[in-house]
């Protein structure tokens, strides 16, 4: 009798625990990735394969693709909202709490100094008016704002899409977390999608617009420039910009900064920190924080497949308007002095992948004429005017 | 002579330390003041008393301690701010409110004297040396229940009888984004835009090409007095374009002079560098301070 009942108790209690394990696996299965995914995971899943892909297969831009592709992994596995603090939109996250950096607005100026520490102005500083081209290509940026005010922007989002033209990540997410925060993800993975694809974008464009007797021009070779043209190009170039701009002094200020680091001579430890670990860093935290921005939920609507066309757009506008802009300056300039059209598109700032397609479209045609120093002009020249281009944008409309 | 330096470095460090501070708390403005209270804001007790909204017109968190409430011109003293109260800090662009219920025992918020709205009431907050004034107002007598006094302009702009009372909050709420409505409204293509912001754009690089055009040619004319100079010490002519030389040319010399020297030198292990060797000495560079004492054994 005693026996039975112990027997059946201890049924009873296997019983309560077998259910007690499947409801405990059931809940488990219930927090599982493979549970909550959505068809816009896996798509943005797939996305992020395919930035992988091509930063590893065909080198586009691997330093900002493999972050970017990785970060899109990171921030698409598919989780139950439970307050675990696991996603990068939860306050408090760890993923939250680097995101600040892109979110702030902070790790831009840092690349900025990086740049400015790795960036040698003397192709421009030698040819100064090459600034000029970098200028033009800046047509870019306000093609794709005068289109997404068409397209039914406001104009705070449409000067945040626009940025896209200036082809400078660092610019456009600066500049799209202080006028269109819910816009960013989608603003930057563009802006480097693009910057990433310029090898492809521009030398359709480049051919189109020009002939063959422009394509052969040879420009005289730079001169060489001295230290003390090096020292003052920072120094006077805030001055200058900044007091035009005063909303354009965080990029600005931090490009300059570093470049008179570089070239001052005597902050060497800083040059290289800026250059070289620094950028290192945030361009990592960056990529990686950015990628993770654009979960599926929040990133695949509408307006992110519109922004992505914009995006296109606004470089082809951009590439366009510096390859004509150089063009239409020769009609003023001397035999000896011309410009060859083919550094055009490098007043977009993708330094200096922009350049290096001036260069390579240009062997193409003359396999003695290269034209990647006098491409690094109007390339650098891209980098301050797009800032300035930004701070104007945030002024009119911040 | 160091120290001199020294002292006056210091010196400017201490009197931008003031400045930086002086700057901080002079950015506090008195923005709005209830003299009748019947109908109004209610304290932490519960009760109606008048108040005085102060606004941090600045960037920055301010901290109010130790600043002196009057209203009184004869005793900027009058009333202390009490220190160690970590409410005392207004964030950026944010308000705090001082009760006028002359019962200072109630807390920090509560100031030893009252209004009264049969004469004017002369308000002023002064900086913690209790000399220095921040900002005074005189609201003037017969002001009506419950409709207060202030800025029209939060921290800015000209007194006025408010039409609505905003205890800390703004004085002046907008509904919507004026410049972007203003673009919206006049720039619809958005082509004014576009020409403004190309025209600052080029403006901008063109005054930079400019600048740097003429310092090109300063550059270029030194090179050429160097190269003179040169030249004569050396008998030979100058080369036309000197100055002008082009980066190409020096890259063919330096590869011509690394090569000869691979050329003779093959076996021995030498480096050809233009790197400049020598170092201003620096304690940040110095490997001396991060160098371990040797032990000494004592005997």
């Known amino acids: 009798m005693l026996a039975s009942v112990l027997l059946q108790a201890a049924a009873g209690a296997n019983e309560s625990f077998m259910q007690f394990l499947a409801e405990n696996i059931q809940v488990f299965l219930s927090y599982t990735g493979f549970a909550n995914a959505t068809p816009g995971h896996f798509i943005m899943l797939l996305v992020g394969l395919l930035f992988i892909f091509l930063a590893i297969k065909y080198e586009f831009e691997p330093m900002l693709l493999i972050p970017i592709g990785f970060g899109i992994l990171i921030g698409n596995i ?8 696991l996603g990068i939109y939860e306050e408090g996250s760890v993923l939250n709490i680097l995101y600040q950096g892109v979110k702030q607005g902070w790790y831009p100026p840092l690349i900025f100094l ?19 081209v970098g200028a033009a290509a800046q047509f870019g940026i306000f093609g794709a704002y005068i289109i997404a005010l068409q397209m039914g922007f406001d104009p705070s989002q449409a000067g945040a899409i626009g940025i896209i033209g200036g082809a400078d990540g660092p610019t456009a997410i600066f500049l799209s977390s202080k006028l269109a925060p819910n816009l960013m993800g989608a603003i930057a993975v563009s802006a480097y999608s693009y910057m990433a694809l310029v090898p492809i974008i521009q030398p359709p464009f480049m051919r ?28 006077v170039g805030l001055l200058l910009t900044a007091f035009l701009v005063p909303s354009g002094l965080p990029l600005l200020g931090m490009l300059f900064f570093g470049n008179l680091c570089k070239e001052s001579g005597v902050t060497r430890r800083l040059a290289e920190t800026a250059r070289g670990p620094l950028i290192d860093v945030i361009t990592m935290l960056l990529g990686v924080t950015v990628g993770a921005s654009t979960q599926a939920t929040q990133f695949l609507t509408i307006n992110s497949i519109k922004i992505f066309g914009l995006g296109a757009l606004s470089f082809v506008i951009a590439t366009c308007a510096g390859v004509l802009f150089v063009k239409f300056f020769n009609l003023f300039l001397k035999e000896g002095n011309k410009i060859n059209p083919l550094i055009g598109n490098s007043g ?5 992948d922009a350049a290096r397609i001036s260069q ?19 390339n650098v020249a891209g980098v301050i005017g797009s800032a300035v281009a930004a701070g104007i944008l945030l002024g009119f409309l911040g | 002579m160091t120290n001199k330096k020294f002292g006056a470095l210091l010196l400017l460090l201490v009197l931008f330390t003031f400045g930086a501070k002086a700057q901080l708390t002079t950015s506090v403005k008195i923005n709005e003041v209830l003299v009748v209270n019947e109908d109004n804001f209610v304290d932490d007790y519960g009760k109606r008393h008048p108040w005085i909204e102060l606004y941090n017109n600045s960037a920055g968190t301010v901290d109010l301690r130790g600043c002196f409430l009057t209203n009184d011109k004869n005793n900027p003293r009058k009333y202390m701010i009490p220190k160690g109260d970590v409410l005392t800090k207004i964030p950026p662009y944010q308000h705090t ?19 009264d709205p049969n004469k004017d009431n002369y308000i002023a907050l002064y900086d913690a040396d209790g000399t220095t004034l921040i900002d005074e107002v005189v609201v003037p007598a017969g002001q009506k229940a419950d409709i207060s006094y202030g800025l029209d302009m939060d921290g800015k702009g000209k007194w006025m009888v408010l039409s609505k009372v905003t205890p800390s909050t703004n004085n002046v709420t907008l509904d919507s984004n004026e410049k972007v409505e203003n673009f919206q409204r006049n720039d619809s293509w958005g082509i004014g835009m576009t020409i403004t912001a190309m025209a600052v754009v080029f403006l901008g690089l063109i005054v930079l090409y400019l600048v740097f055009k003429q310092i090109g040619k300063a550059a270029i004319k030194a090179s050429q007095r160097n190269a003179q100079k040169a030249a004569e010490a050396s008998g030979t002519k100058m080369s036309a ?18 090569e000869l020297s691979d050329d003779n030198h093959d076996i021995e292990n030498t480096v050809l560098t233009i790197r400049k060797v020598q170092r201003s000495y620096s304690p940040w560079s110095s490997k001396i301070y991060s160098l371990r004492q040797t032990p000494v054994v004592k005997k």
């Open chain 1, 78 to 85: 598919p989780f139950k909202d439970a307050g675990l603090q």
């Open chain 2, 97 to 115: 409110l001082f009760w006028a219920d002359d019962q200072p025992t109630r807390g920090t918020f509560h100031v030893n004297f009252t209004l």
């Open chain 1, 208 to 235: 189109l617009l020009t002939t063959q007797k422009e394509r052969l021009i040879r420009m005289k070779p730079p001169r060489v420039v001295s230290q003390t043209e090096k020292i003052m190009f920072p120094i």
């Open chain 1, 360 to 378: 390579n479209v240009g062997l193409e045609y003359d396999p003695s004429n290269y034209l990647l120093m006098h491409a690094m002009g109007p």
């Open chain 1, 114 to 132: 990086g740049i400015g520490a790795m960036t040698d102005f003397s192709a421009l500083i030698s040819n100064p008016k090459l600034m000029l």
């Open chain 2, 241 to 258: 374009n000197a100055g002008q030389e082009s980066g190409e040319i020096f890259a063919a010399i330096s590869m011509a002079l690394y």
């Open chain 1, 348 to 352: 977009v700032s993708a330094v200096p």
